[in-house]
């Protein structure tokens, strides 16, 4: 499950718990909450992992590229040490190797710029999770905070600090 779900149930959980007269507590299900903030953190590592796995890809793909890069430089070189040795294709030799190496650069710029965009992207993704989950504990906060500075009356009616 989503853990912005998780902080929403937590959440949610404790604005609706009974206030306790004459202070900013309430009393909330214990068993029920510990149970929420294990899945959360359960959870949480998940979402990391996610993204450590992400970065691991990554990585992998840049240096598939690398490999990719060296074998088709290193067949553009043997390539053109062949042609050269052949005095009447000395110049067709060089010029094909040129263009080797130079596909070679920019299948090589490609790739690393394909799996640069793909990482940002997920990064972006996971940071847009993360910001959510702060605003909604910062939300939550904020809510127990107005509660405790005097927004509701307590049982007797009466407003807390008066």
Known sequence: MDPLVRLDEIAALVEAARSVPMSASCIVNREELLDL??????????????ARALIDERDEVLAAGHREVDRVVSGGITEHRRLVSEAE???AAEREAAALMAEARQEAERIKAEAQDYVDGTLAEFERVL???????????DRLRAR???????????QPGG
Request: aromatic share 0%; net charge neutral; no cysteine.
């Open 37 to 50: 903030v294990d899945a959360l953190r359960t959870e949480l590592p998940a979402e990391v992992r996610k």
């Open 89 to 91: 294709v000395t110049v």
């Open 131 to 141: 910001t959510r989950t702060l605003t909604t504990v910062e939300r939550g906060r």
């Open 148 to 158: 405790g500075l005097g927004g509701e009356p307590d049982a007797a009616g009466t």
